[in-house]
């Protein structure tokens, strides 16, 4: 049930709106919901404030998801109670910057921050070692922290819609990463380390200012299925030319079963339709 949860295939539960969801595990290991409140203007220190009621201190550790949408916009340091919490979504509240001891949830595997005005990442982002899916779609990041190479787990990132010109070297440590999604940014070239990423099945890079990407990425990535350019200025003879294109090709055919054709995958912007592989 935790599973499911955690997948985000929550019969009957649906994140607030403009409020909290907040469930817990009890002693026996189910499931509760401790509270479910809209508000008009939601207030995170709510959250902490009722964590001092006593009986209820204990609902509020054991809490595995929680979800706050309304004016938030900043966290409490005090979101390091939360030491059993597995999911956290805090999309679209005006969130600025996260609290440096963030690292300190431990257990957290999914974190969806969507929709802020984030300009930077902590450091202590990398202390966050369980975590499998990391999105903060829609913010205002210029740079990703060295530190997002230690979180070894990460199966999902998604950091499109934001300001970043380059994707740091220590992505190529994230080697179970499974979807990379970084559209609609300002980035010029990845780096080398990028074809570390043996698990890789989709790159999503629409909307950026790559004229190039590694030339061993389709040769060392052999589980690639799929490649979004769209908008960038590379070419398709760039693209069909790599070491590994007929391989990738293989196996873009045989998950989508059908075939590239150049006159529909060149735009006058470089790489359209047919390259989301």
């Known amino acids: 049930m935790v599973h499911s949860l955690i997948d985000g295939r929550m019969t009957g539960i649906e994140p607030a709106r403009g409020g909290f969801t907040i469930h817990y595990l009890d002693p026996l290991g189910h499931i509760c919901p401790y509270l479910h409140r809209r508000r008009k203007n939601a207030d995170i220190h709510f959250l902490f404030q009722a964590s001092l009621l006593g009986e209820n201190l204990v609902k509020i550790n054991s809490a595995i998801y929680l979800s706050v949408k309304g004016m938030i916009v900043d966290i409490p340091m005090e979101i390091s109670k939360l030491i059993n919490i597995q999911r ?156 590994g294109f007929e391989e990738f090709e293989a196996r873009r055919r045989k998950k989508f079963d059908k075939q590239i054709d150049s006159n529909v995958m060149i735009s006058s912007k470089g790489l359209n339709e047919g390259v989301d592989k």
Not at 100 to 106: A, D, E, S
Not at 113 to 133: H, W, Y
Not at 139 to 162: A, D, F, K, Q, W
């Open 88 to 243: 956290l979504v805090l999309d679209d509240n005006h969130i600025e910057r996260l609290p440096v001891n963030l690292g300190k949830l431990q257990s957290l595997k999914v974190m969806t921050l969507d929709g802020n005005r984030i300009t930077s990442l902590p450091d202590e982002l990398g202390q966050l070692v369980r975590l499998e899916r990391l999105s903060i779609l829609g913010n205002m990041l210029t740079c990703l922290p060295e530190t997002i190479g230690s979180l070894r787990n990460l199966v999902l990132l998604n950091v499109s819609n934001n300001k970043l010109k380059s994707l740091p070297e220590s992505i190529g440590s994230c080697y179970s990463l499974e979807e990379l999604q970084a559209n609609d940014n300002l980035i010029g070239e990845l780096p080398a380390s990028i074809c570390n990423l043996i698990h890789l099945k989709s790159l999503c890079l629409n909307n950026n200012n790559i004229g190039q990407i590694p030339a061993n990425l389709l040769k060392d990535c052999k589980a690639l299925q799929n490649i979004s350019l769209h908008n960038n200025p590379i070419s398709m003879d760039q693209f069909q030319q790599m070491e």
